[in-house]
């Protein structure tokens, strides 16, 4: 495998001080590219994550199932608003719901948010 002389751009970016293409790398990184589709799926997903108060509700449910009323006024905000964004937690299905008479009760959908969380959690501690 080849290395590039590092080299420092005007824009603090390190860039190789000639231009060479390692074929070997290229040729196995692209054999394990996703398809376009899916990569806009995830970039969509994580879009989802780009909000405060999604995050925020994502959180709470990390640490608790809870219903509308109880996320609404733990975050202060109207449970209008908390729907409208559980409706979008929920399209991205990263929350899922129960009924329990008239109340509806709101998780996250599986492990994998959980762990989306915990290591997002996790990073920004370090």
Same mark, same amino acid.
């Given at each position: 495998?080849? /290395?590039?002389?590092?080299?420092? +751009?005007?824009?603090?970016?390190?860039?190789? /001080?000639?231009?060479? +293409? *390692?074929?070997?790398?290229? +040729?196995?990184? =692209?054999? =394990?590219?996703?398809?376009?589709?899916?990569?806009?799926?995830?970039?969509?997903? !994580?879009?989802? !994550?780009?909000?405060?108060?999604?995050?925020?509700? %994502?959180?709470?449910?990390?640490? &608790?199932?809870?219903?509308?009323?109880?996320?609404?006024?733990?975050?202060?905000?109207?449970?209008? +608003?908390?729907? *409208?964004? %559980?409706?979008? $937690?929920?399209?991205?299905? $990263?929350?899922?719901?129960?009924?329990?008479?008239?109340?509806?009760?709101? &998780?996250?959908?599986?492990?994998?948010? *959980?762990?989306?969380?915990?290591?997002?959690?996790?990073?920004?501690?370090?």
């Amino acid at each position: 495998m080849k /290395e590039c002389d590092i080299m420092s +751009a005007q824009n603090d970016v390190e860039r190789c /001080e000639y231009i060479h +293409a *390692h074929d070997e790398i290229i +040729a196995q990184v =692209n054999q =394990n590219m996703p398809d376009d589709e899916i990569l806009y799926d995830l970039a969509e997903l !994580f879009k989802i !994550f780009g909000d405060s108060t999604r995050i925020k509700i %994502l959180y709470v449910l990390f640490e &608790s199932e809870m219903c509308v009323c109880d996320i609404a006024q733990l975050l202060n905000m109207t449970q209008s +608003a908390i729907s *409208h964004q %559980l409706r979008a $937690l929920k399209q991205s299905k $990263l929350v899922k719901y129960r009924r329990e008479g008239k109340t509806v009760f709101y &998780s996250l959908a599986d492990d994998h948010v *959980h762990t989306i969380i915990n290591q997002g959690m996790e990073h920004l501690a370090e």
